[in-house]
């Protein structure tokens, strides 16, 4: 039963088996008679052979056909073989007695091949239902087995042409079998009728899938708790950090605009222009924060909608560079196309521009194409990251070393942009010392 449905025959037996012992019975006895009238045989070797017959017939059909064959031998023998022959009538007590004892015994014989008949097809049929059960125990409780593929085989198993799981009370049908499955579920087996042992072979099946049912929802309460606490945490964090890094740009605006307010008169041009300067680097750092900020949020809700398209990577490259302190000390080669959303790569590289011009007086910029793909890096000369240490660099709220200047979470935008575009990215050694940032992005026409 773990494969194919075992069909009932109210016999014991299968249904060619039966079959074939009728056909034995009807064939067989009429091509016996014939021979025995024609050898002329003798009522001892008669009675033998259609006992033996019988007997056989039994061993193959089981009850009825065992029974049937046993009248039919008994008046053929008493017909054509017992004297007077041609009558039903029996001239002798001997004949009689043998007569009796020739009825009673192939009844007897297939009576007896009938019960063994059935009582190895029960317990074929309870090794099979054993096994089904040790099969969804071990495939549903080891985990090998989801809710789809469970319905898949439950409704292979009984040659159901649909099987499915559902949440409120089916209407009952003729032609299907409903079997509660746990937590208000149902398991429905389409066009197939139930016999008594199969109802409880699918009413296993309905436990399990009840089983699979909570636990696969236990999982995904667990996963939506486990965001919920990761988004918790990290609004906690990005609450802490913002309240302590956005207190220094502030600080200075502050006091770069109270000294200019107060003071301008007594200001030397220089002491203004400095102070300028310090309101516009002030400025800077704030829309910094808040645009990590903000594309954190974006990522972290899930509202980042990338809308590729083909672009020169220079031409990104330039709009990055734009603006950005520190611009001049970066080179860069000619850069191949790419298939990406030209805003959001343009704060990915804007991103790995400012950290990496934290770290190095120079920074390269290298791309290749590598079969549909573009490899694109972001090359400094810095101190480098120990490579125990890279793959937290990409935490939010994670800085390395004494120069950032933001709430830390550049690197992890870069990222969230990246992937959300299709690409990666990864950072690794720059040979002679330094940091290599990598983005993996799909190429023109992939």
Avoid: C
């Amino acid at each position: 039963m773990d494969t194919e449905r075992v069909k009932e025959t109210g016999r014991g037996l299968g249904v060619r088996r039966v079959l074939l012992g009728w056909g034995l019975a009807l064939v067989g006895l009429p091509a016996l008679t014939v021979l025995l009238i024609v050898v002329n045989a003798e009522v001892a070797l008669a009675t033998m052979l259609y006992l033996s017959l019988t007997v056989l017939v039994a061993i193959v059909g089981g009850r009825w056909p065992g029974l049937v064959a046993a009248v039919a031998a008994a008046l053929l023998l008493n017909y054509f073989v017992i004297p007077p022959v041609h009558t039903l009538d029996i001239a002798s007590g001997s004949d009689l007695w043998a007569l009796l004892v020739f009825a009673v015994t192939a009844v007897a014989v297939a009576t007896v091949v009938d019960a063994a008949a059935r009582r190895r097809e029960q317990a074929l049929r309870a090794d099979q239902e054993a096994a089904t059960l040790a099969m969804l125990n071990r495939r549903v409780l080891g985990g090998e087995y989801g809710v789809p593929r469970l319905l898949e085989l439950a409704g292979e198993t009984f040659g159901a042409s649909a099987a499915d799981l559902l949440t409120n009370e089916p209407v009952p049908t003729p032609n299907s079998a409903s079997l509660p499955a746990g937590a208000g579920g149902w398991l429905v087996l389409r066009d197939v009728h139930l016999g008594e042992r199969e109802q409880s072979i699918a009413a296993a099946f309905a436990s399990h899938m009840g089983v699979l049912r909570e636990r696969e929802l236990l999982v995904q309460q667990s996963m939506a708790a486990q965001q919920l606490e990761a988004g918790n945490r990290t609004r906690t964090a990005l609450l802490a950090a913002v309240s302590h890094d956005l207190r220094t740009p502030l600080a200075g605006l502050r006091s770069a605009t109270e000294t200019l307010q107060t003071h301008h008169q007594h200001l030397k041009p220089a002491e203004r222009h400095e102070l300028l300067d310090a309101m516009g680097t002030s400025i800077a750092r704030l829309t910094t924060m808040v645009s990590d900020l903000l594309d954190m949020s974006r990522l972290q809700t899930g509202a980042v909608l990338p809308i590729a398209q083909e672009v020169p990577l220079g031409e990104v490259l330039g709009r990055a560079l734009a603006g950005l302190e520190g611009a001049e000390r970066v080179r860069s080669g000619v850069l191949p196309t790419a298939s990406v959303d030209p805003g959001l790569l343009e704060r990915v590289l804007a991103n790995l521009v400012t950290n990496a011009l934290r770290y190095s007086e120079a920074v390269e910029i290298e791309a290749m194409t590598r079969g549909p793909r573009v490899e694109l890096r972001v090359v400094d000369h810095g101190t480098g990251v120990d490579p125990e240490l890279r793959a937290r660099i990409f935490e939010p709220l994670q800085q390395h070393g004494d120069v950032g200047t933001g709430v830390g979470l550049g690197l992890a935008v870069a990222r969230g942009l990246t992937e959300a575009q299709g690409g990666t990215l990864n950072a690794f050694d720059t040979p002679g010392g330094g940091l290599t940032m990598v983005l993996d992005l799909p190429g023109e026409d992939s």
